[in-house]
């Protein structure tokens, strides 16, 4: 699976387009002209843009719940509220629906940044907070998320 790499600065248009940089829609071209899917993103103010083939291997997932679980079907409809298909168009603009631009509260100046598999759009000022911890909250993130990924590597080998 590809990933996308790297953050950019943008612009969102006053009919809710977003021209991509150049560097991105290069690697956009790694997913063979296929629509991607953008969505809310579940735990920050943000969309995320995801290529087909991820997206339907995340709803594989999904769709393997049991609807009959009240809280399954109320997860289901809540992670798919709003979604969209998307396509460049001849000149590298992304197109985000009025909904999804204001459930990210996006304005004028965007942000997008890779996210592995996924890209997500932030407005330019939520992103800022988001990522401006400091030095000492990070690393104590980076250790409880990564901190056991050796040994737990270790134990699946």
Same mark, same amino acid.
């Given at each position: 699976?590809?990933?996308?790499?790297?953050?950019?600065?943008?612009? /969102?248009?006053?009919?809710?387009?977003?021209? /991509? *940089?150049?560097? /991105?829609?290069?690697?956009?071209?790694?997913?063979?002209?296929? *629509?991607?899917?953008?969505?809310?993103?579940?735990?920050?103010?943000?969309?995320?843009?995801?290529?087909?083939? *991820? !997206?339907?291997?995340?709803?594989?997932?999904?769709?393997?719940?049991?609807?009959?679980?009240?809280?399954?079907?109320?997860?289901?409809?809540?992670?798919? %509220?709003?979604?969209?298909?998307?396509?460049?168009?001849?000149?590298?603009?992304l197109q985000i629906s009025k909904d999804l631009?204001?459930?990210?509260?996006?304005?004028?100046?965007?942000?997008?940044?890779?996210?592995?598999?996924?890209?997500?759009? !932030?407005?330019?000022?939520?992103?800022?907070?988001?990522?401006?911890?400091?030095e000492l909250d990070f690393a104590n993130l %980076?250790e409880d998320v990564m901190g056991n990924l050796?040994?737990?590597?270790?134990?699946?080998?």
């Open positions: 699976m590809k990933n996308f790499i790297g953050t950019y600065e943008c612009k /969102l248009d006053d009919k809710g387009r977003i021209k /991509l *940089p150049a560097s /991105l829609t290069k690697q956009m071209e790694h997913f063979a002209d296929e *629509p991607f899917v953008i969505k809310r993103s579940v735990f920050q103010k943000c969309l995320e843009v995801y290529p087909m083939k *991820p !997206w339907e291997k995340l709803m594989a997932k999904i769709n393997g719940l049991n609807r009959f679980v009240k809280k399954n079907a109320d997860f289901i409809r809540m992670f798919t %509220a709003g979604v969209k298909t998307a396509e460049l168009d001849n000149v590298g603009r631009t204001q459930y990210a509260s996006l304005t004028k100046e965007i942000v997008i940044t890779s996210a592995g598999e996924l890209f997500e759009i !932030w407005d330019k000022e939520a992103y800022e907070q988001v990522i401006s911890v400091s %980076a050796d040994s737990e590597e270790s134990n699946n080998n």
